[in-house]
C-alpha cells in the first residue's frame, strides 16, 4: 500500500494500556476460552464512579451516581459496583433480580424504561424506586401497590419534549417520559394517589450530546419540582439521566484528518478508505458533498465526567444565568445521574484472531478475516471509529507495515464486516495474531449479540492487577473480594 496511513489510534487509559502491553497474556486467554473474549475490568468501573463524585464535590452537591445496567450484562461489573457506594439503573426484570443478587440493597437501585407487570411488581416489592414514564404507568402502579397490599411506591417523574422558552421546544421527541408541558394531569394524578405512591423527584434522559439541550431539560425540572411543592408533595431529588459520552481516541488531530479524507473519497478526489466506497452518510451528488456524517464524535474532550462539570456550571437561561449547580444546591435537591457508556470508560476490551490474511490482486488493502462477527464487536454499530491494537503471536517477528486492511467477520454474509472502514495496522497480522479492540465495554460487548450460524457467544473474563500481576477468571465467579484484597482496591489512579 502506498497511500500514507490514517490511524485512529485508542484513547488508552493505565490499566488498559498494561492489559495491551501483555501479549502473553491475552494469546493465553483466547486460547484457553475462544475468540472473540471480552476482557473486563471491574476495578476500573469503580475509579470511574469516584471521578464522577469528584464533580458531586467541588459543586457541593449531594446525591447518586447510577451505573445504566443495560450498557453491559457482566455480573463481575455489577458486583465491583456493589462494593463501591454507586446505585445501578435497571431496565428489565431480570436486570433487577441481578442487581438485587450482586447485593445492591433497593435505595441504591431505581427502575427505568418499559417495565411489564412482574418488572413493576418487584420493584414495589422490593421499595426500589421507579422511574415512571406516564400518568398510565403511575396509575397501573398505584393499582398494584393496592391490590398486593405493598409498601407506598417511591417513583420519580419522568419528563421529556422540554422547551426552552415556551415557544420552541428545544429537546428532541421522546418515546418516553410525559411532556413537560403536561406535568399538571401527573402531578394531580400523583396527589390522588398520596396514599400508595411517594413522588421523591422528577427525572429526564436524553439521547444527545448536546449541553444546552440538557441545561434546558434540568432546567424545566426544576420548574415542574417548583409545582411539585406548590401542591404540598415533597420530592427532593432531580435525576439527568446518561449520556455523558466517551473519548474513544487518543488524537483529536487524527480525527480531523480522518474526517477531512473521508470527505474527500466520498468527492471522489482521494482513493475510497472504506469497503465499497461507503460514505458513513455522506454522499456526493454531481460533485457537491450531502448528507451529514453519521459517525459518533469519537474524538470527545468534553465528555463523562468532565461533560457533567460543564453542564452543572452551565448558565440557567430561565434563572438570570446562575449556574445550575447552584439552583441545585439553593434548594437541597439531590443529584441522580445514570451513565452507562461513560461509566465503562477504559474498563474492557474484545479480543479478536486472525484467521486468514488474503492479498487483493490488484494491490488493494489486504483482506483479514477475524475469530468475531460483527455484532460481537459492536464498535460500528455504534458508529464508533477507532484501530484495534494488533497483538503479533511472536512479537520477534514484526511483519512488514504499515499496511491497509478490511477487516471480516467470521458469518457466510457480505456485510458482516467488523468496520467498514479500512484500517490502517503498524504491521501486517499473521494468522493466529490478536486484535484487541479497546473501549467496548460499553454497548459493545453484548447489547447486539447474536447466535448466528449456532456460532457461540463470545465468553468474558474478568481481569485486575495484584501487585504488577495481571489475574483473572470468568465473569460469572468474579467477586470483589479477588480484586480487593490484592490491591484492587485503589480507586485513585483513575486513568
Ligand atoms: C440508556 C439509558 C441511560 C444510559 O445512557 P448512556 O448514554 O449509556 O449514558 C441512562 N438512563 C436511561 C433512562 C437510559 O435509558
Given at each position: 500500500?502506498?497511500?500514507?496511513?490514517?490511524?485512529?489510534?485508542?484513547?488508552?487509559?493505565?490499566?488498559?494500556?498494561?492489559?495491551?502491553?501483555?501479549?502473553?497474556?491475552?494469546?493465553?486467554?483466547?486460547?484457553?476460552?475462544?475468540?472473540?473474549?471480552?476482557?473486563?475490568?471491574?476495578?476500573?468501573?469503580?475509579?470511574?464512579?469516584?471521578?464522577?463524585?469528584?464533580?458531586?464535590?467541588?459543586?457541593?452537591?449531594?446525591?447518586?451516581?447510577?451505573?445504566?445496567?443495560?450498557?453491559?450484562?457482566?455480573?463481575?461489573?455489577?458486583?465491583?459496583?456493589?462494593?463501591?457506594?454507586?446505585?445501578?439503573?435497571?431496565?428489565?426484570?431480570?436486570?433487577?433480580?441481578?442487581?438485587?443478587?450482586?447485593?445492591?440493597?433497593?435505595?441504591?437501585?431505581?427502575?427505568?424504561g418499559p417495565k411489564n407487570p412482574e418488572f413493576l411488581w418487584l420493584a414495589a416489592r422490593t421499595s426500589v424506586t421507579v422511574g415512571v414514564d406516564s400518568r398510565g404507568e403511575l396509575e397501573t402502579l398505584a393499582a398494584l401497590v393496592r391490590r398486593h397490599t405493598l409498601p407506598r411506591a417511591r417513583v420519580l417523574l419522568r419528563l421529556s419534549g422540554f422547551e426552552a422558552s415556551g415557544v420552541r421546544v428545544l429537546s428532541r421527541r421522546s418515546r418516553f417520559g410525559t411532556p413537560?408541558?403536561?406535568?399538571?394531569?401527573?402531578?394531580?394524578?400523583?396527589?390522588?394517589?398520596?396514599?400508595?405512591?411517594?413522588?421523591?423527584?422528577?427525572?429526564?434522559?436524553?439521547?444527545?450530546?448536546?449541553?444546552?439541550?440538557?441545561?434546558?431539560?434540568?432546567?424545566?425540572?426544576?420548574?415542574?419540582?417548583?409545582?411539585?411543592?406548590?401542591?404540598?408533595?415533597?420530592?427532593?431529588?432531580?435525576?439527568?439521566?446518561?449520556?455523558?459520552?466517551?473519548?474513544?481516541?487518543?488524537?483529536?488531530?487524527?480525527?480531523?484528518?480522518?474526517?477531512?479524507?473521508?470527505?474527500?473519497?466520498?468527492?471522489?478526489?482521494?482513493?475510497?478508505?472504506?469497503?465499497?466506497?461507503?460514505?458513513?452518510?455522506?454522499?456526493?451528488?454531481?460533485?457537491?458533498?450531502?448528507?451529514?456524517?453519521?459517525?459518533?464524535?469519537?474524538?470527545?474532550?468534553?465528555?463523562?465526567?468532565?461533560?457533567?462539570?460543564?453542564?452543572?456550571?452551565?448558565?440557567?437561561?430561565?434563572?438570570?444565568?446562575?449556574?445550575?449547580?447552584?439552583?441545585?444546591?439553593?434548594?437541597?435537591?439531590?443529584?441522580?445521574?445514570?451513565?452507562?457508556?461513560?461509566?465503562?470508560?477504559?474498563?474492557?476490551?474484545?479480543?479478536?484472531?486472525?484467521?486468514?490474511?488474503?492479498?487483493?490482486?490488484?494491490?488493494?488493502?489486504?483482506?483479514?478475516?477475524?475469530?468475531?462477527?460483527?455484532?460481537?464487536?459492536?464498535?460500528?454499530?455504534?458508529?464508533?471509529?477507532?484501530?484495534?491494537?494488533?497483538?503479533?503471536?511472536?512479537?520477534?517477528?514484526?511483519?512488514?507495515?504499515?499496511?491497509?486492511?478490511?477487516?471480516?467477520?467470521?458469518?457466510?454474509?457480505?456485510?458482516?464486516?467488523?468496520?467498514?472502514?479500512?484500517?490502517?495496522?503498524?504491521?501486517?497480522?499473521?494468522?493466529?495474531?490478536?486484535?484487541?479492540?479497546?473501549?467496548?465495554?460499553?454497548?459493545?460487548?453484548?447489547?447486539?449479540?447474536?447466535?448466528?450460524?449456532?456460532?457461540?457467544?463470545?465468553?468474558?473474563?474478568?481481569?485486575?492487577?495484584?501487585?504488577?500481576?495481571?489475574?483473572?477468571?470468568?465473569?460469572?465467579?468474579?467477586?470483589?473480594?479477588?480484586?480487593?484484597?490484592?490491591?484492587?482496591?485503589?480507586?485513585?489512579?483513575?486513568?
Amino acid at each position: 500500500m502506498g497511500a500514507e496511513p490514517l490511524y485512529l489510534a485508542p484513547r488508552l487509559g493505565k490499566r488498559m494500556r498494561s492489559l495491551v502491553e501483555s501479549p502473553g497474556l491475552l494469546h493465553t486467554l483466547s486460547d484457553a476460552l475462544g475468540s472473540p473474549l471480552h476482557v473486563l475490568v471491574p476495578d476500573q468501573l469503580a475509579a470511574n464512579v469516584a471521578q464522577f463524585r469528584a464533580v458531586f464535590s467541588r459543586h457541593r452537591l449531594s446525591g447518586q451516581v447510577f451505573f445504566a445496567h443495560k450498557a453491559n450484562r457482566s455480573g463481575a461489573l455489577l458486583r465491583r459496583l456493589a462494593a463501591t457506594d454507586a446505585g445501578v439503573d435497571v431496565a428489565s426484570l431480570a436486570e433487577l433480580q441481578h442487581a438485587l443478587g450482586a447485593g445492591l440493597t433497593p435505595d441504591r437501585i431505581v427502575a427505568t424504561g418499559p417495565k411489564n407487570p412482574e418488572f413493576l411488581w418487584l420493584a414495589a416489592r422490593t421499595s426500589v424506586t421507579v422511574g415512571v414514564d406516564s400518568r398510565g404507568e403511575l396509575e397501573t402502579l398505584a393499582a398494584l401497590v393496592r391490590r398486593h397490599t405493598l409498601p407506598r411506591a417511591r417513583v420519580l417523574l419522568r419528563l421529556s419534549g422540554f422547551e426552552a422558552s415556551g415557544v420552541r421546544v428545544l429537546s428532541r421527541r421522546s418515546r418516553f417520559g410525559t411532556p413537560a408541558g403536561e406535568s399538571e394531569a401527573l402531578l394531580k394524578a400523583a396527589e390522588r394517589h398520596g396514599d400508595v405512591i411517594d413522588v421523591t423527584g422528577v427525572a429526564y434522559h436524553l439521547d444527545t450530546t448536546s449541553l444546552t439541550e440538557k441545561a434546558t431539560a434540568l432546567e424545566g425540572c426544576l420548574r415542574v419540582l417548583e409545582e411539585c411543592r406548590g401542591r404540598g408533595l415533597r420530592p427532593s431529588a432531580v435525576d439527568i439521566g446518561g449520556g455523558f459520552g466517551l473519548d474513544y481516541l487518543a488524537d483529536g488531530a487524527q480525527w480531523e484528518r480522518y474526517t477531512s479524507e473521508l470527505t474527500a473519497a466520498v468527492l471522489g478526489s482521494r482513493p475510497p478508505l472504506t469497503w465499497g466506497g461507503h460514505g458513513y452518510g455522506l454522499r456526493n451528488e454531481a460533485g457537491t458533498l450531502r448528507g451529514t456524517l453519521g459517525l459518533y464524535p469519537a474524538h470527545r474532550p468534553v465528555s463523562g465526567p468532565r461533560y457533567l462539570d460543564e453542564l452543572l456550571a452551565h448558565p440557567a437561561a430561565s434563572y438570570g444565568g446562575r449556574p445550575l449547580a447552584g439552583l441545585l444546591l439553593e434548594h437541597l435537591y439531590d443529584l441522580h445521574v445514570e451513565p452507562g457508556r461513560a461509566l465503562l470508560d477504559q474498563c474492557g476490551l474484545t479480543l479478536a484472531k486472525v484467521l486468514e490474511v488474503r492479498e487483493q490482486g490488484n494491490g488493494g488493502a489486504l483482506l483479514v478475516r477475524l475469530a468475531a462477527k460483527a455484532d460481537d464487536i459492536a464498535l460500528e454499530q455504534h458508529g464508533v471509529l477507532v484501530d484495534p491494537v494488533l497483538v503479533p503471536r511472536d512479537p520477534a517477528l514484526p511483519g512488514p507495515g504499515p499496511v491497509a486492511a478490511h477487516l471480516f467477520g467470521s458469518l457466510c454474509l457480505e456485510t458482516d464486516l467488523i468496520t467498514r472502514r479500512t484500517v490502517f495496522l503498524p504491521h501486517r497480522p499473521e494468522p493466529g495474531d490478536v486484535l484487541a479492540f479497546a473501549n467496548t465495554a460499553g454497548y459493545c460487548m453484548d447489547f447486539h449479540a447474536t447466535r448466528a450460524q449456532r456460532q457461540p457467544g463470545a465468553r468474558k473474563v474478568a481481569a485486575w492487577q495484584d501487585g504488577g500481576a495481571w489475574r483473572w477468571c470468568l465473569d460469572d465467579l468474579y467477586w470483589p473480594t479477588a480484586s480487593m484484597d490484592t490491591g484492587g482496591h485503589d480507586m485513585g489512579g483513575a486513568q
